[in-house]
Structures are given as C-alpha cells and as structure tokens.
C-alpha cells in the first residue's frame, strides 16, 4: 500500500480483505469484470468491452493520479478484472461511473440496440426465503448493534438470470458460500423457486466476523436442509483461486461446484462447472491451450 494512501486511511491486508485500524472491513468494489459484465454496458457491443477493458487497464494509475483519489487503492490487476478498495463506498462508485464513462468516452463506443446476456441486479427488498436462515443463523449471528457487519442480515438485491434454471438441472440441492453469496441464493430462489438451498461458511483460519458474533462459528455451518436432506449438492460461489469450492467440496459428500465469475485459470479447472456473465460451462470442455481462451469464453457466453 502506497505511503499517500496510509495517511488518509491506516489499513490492515490479510488474505481475507483489507481493514481498517478498528477490524472494520473496507469496501471493495470492481471498477471491471468482463466475467460479470456491469448492466452500465448491458448495450455495448462486445469487441467494444474488451477495448474499455484494455483501456482501462492502461490507464487506471494514471486516472487514479488525475482523479486525486487519495484513498483509494487498486487490490486486484489481473487479467480479467480491476478492483479498487476505499474507507468509502460511494468514492468507489464515483470511481467507476467516471472511468467508464471516461473510457466509452475516449473511445467514442457508441451503444446498440440489442441487450447482452448478462445476470440481472435486482432489488429485493423482502426477501422472505432468507428468514429461515436468519432463525438458524441467529445463534451465530450478529451482537446487537452490530448487525449491518452481516450481509445475511443488511443485504438488499439478487442477481437474477436465466442460467440458475441450468444450474438447478446439475442436482437437487444447492449449497450457497455466505456472505458473498446471498444475493446469488437469491437470485436463484426468485428464478427456479426451489428450496432446497443451504448457507455454509468457510473460513480457513480466521473468521472477519468474528468480533460481531454472538458465538463462535465453527469452521462449517449449514442451514434450512438436514444432512439427510441434502441430495446431489452443488456447492457454489464466487471463485479467485478456487480453493474454497475445493475445500468445500472434499468436506460435502458426492458434491459439485460451479464457480461464478472466476478469474483464473486454477478456479476453473478446480470446479466442476462456472459461470460467465449468464452462462453455465463444463470445465471438462474447456481447452486451455487454445490462445485467447477465456475472450473466447465471453464471447460464447453472450451468445456470440
């Protein structure tokens, strides 16, 4: 982290996010992800994305610099996606709003008619299929007062799209990794209106929440289904390196998984499936020595 960047905000990164001096999680937000394309180019036409995508990735620092976003800082380069962390979520918003629109801008993209395959981000005000899991959850949950910490708790939207219908052909019932994945769970809820769903929550060594709670959390916690009652489980969540899914998968007999928006080469060949914006992929088919691979990836995923 630069010497700028601790004078605003004094920060802490361990492999779980990056904290400020009183253990708060600090918001993180992707200014880019061509896996999950963002709605704001739902009309833009592909071959365009990629060059606002390499766009940015040229000139990020330098934005950055001209932006005078003193508190700001990027956490993840990689091929696929930027993401920026702050003390303050609505910076992080303004960041992105004025990159992509500088960079649409730059690049004089023009939008087109037809909309692209993307998952929907939904408002979800009332979300009554997570008040089981709140009542299960509760013994493990939140102290009073300290309940916006737990997105179980203060999350409002779902991401909706036509893949979950696939997704809930793999089994019978389907294992969501909290707290990232309540708005997936969600979104798959409101699309199938199955309910055979699970919550569990992994953490390898050291639970963030921890300081929150009422009780400690054990290394695995499911809900609303009995072990009994857990058939063909498909485990899924968002994927960097796929370890998790890996994990969790030993742990979960006769499981699959599905990664959503992976990153890296690893999280895909460590799933069973992924998801692309809003389109399911079997990782056995997925030749990885074929250049350009996961562009190609995109492409297919939105029906090009």
């Known amino acids: 982290m630069s010497e700028q960047i601790q004078k605003v905000w004094s920060a802490v990164h361990n492999r779980f996010g990056f904290y400020d001096s009183q253990g708060n999680r600090l918001p993180e937000l992707s200014i880019i992800d061509i896996s999950d394309i963002p709605q704001e180019l739902d009309r833009v036409d592909i071959e365009d994305i990629f060059k606002i995508w390499v766009w940015i990735q040229t000139n990020i620092n330098r934005l950055l610099k001209e932006f005078d976003f003193a508190s700001v800082e990027i956490v993840e380069h990689t091929e696929f996606e930027i993401r920026l962390v702050s003390n303050d979520i609505t910076i992080l ?47 493990y949950g939140p102290r009073k007062g300290f309940e916006d910490k737990f997105k179980l708790y203060s999350g409002n939207y779902a991401r909706e799209g036509s893949v ?13 990794v909290a707290h990232s994945g309540i708005p997936f769970l969600r979104g798959f809820y409101n699309t199938t209106k199955n309910k055979n769903l699970c919550l569990t929550e992994y953490h390898h060594s050291h639970d963030p929440y921890e300081q929150y709670r009422k009780a400690p959390l054990d290394k695995n916690f499911i809900s609303n289904l009995t072990k009994e009652d857990i058939d063909r489980p498909i485990i899924i969540d968002r994927s960097y390196t796929g370890n998790t899914l890996k994990y969790l998968k030993d742990f979960i007999a006769d499981s699959k998984t599905v990664a959503l928006f992976p990153k890296t080469e690893s999280s895909i060949r460590l799933s069973d499936y992924f998801i692309i914006n809003n389109k399911l992929f079997n990782s056995k088919d997925v030749n990885f020595n074929k250049e350009g691979w996961y562009f190609n990836l995109i492409r297919e995923s939105l029906n090009l």
């Open 93 to 139: 918003r303004s960041i992105r709003n004025q990159i992509l629109f500088e960079a649409i801008s730059e690049l004089g993209i023009k939008k087109q008619k037809q909309k692209l395959n993307l998952m929907k981000v939904v408002e979800c005000k009332n979300s009554s299929i997570l008040e089981t899991f709140k009542k299960d959850y509760s013994k």
């Open 164 to 176: 979950w219908n696939e997704v809930a052909e793999l089994g019978n019932s389907y294992i969501f």
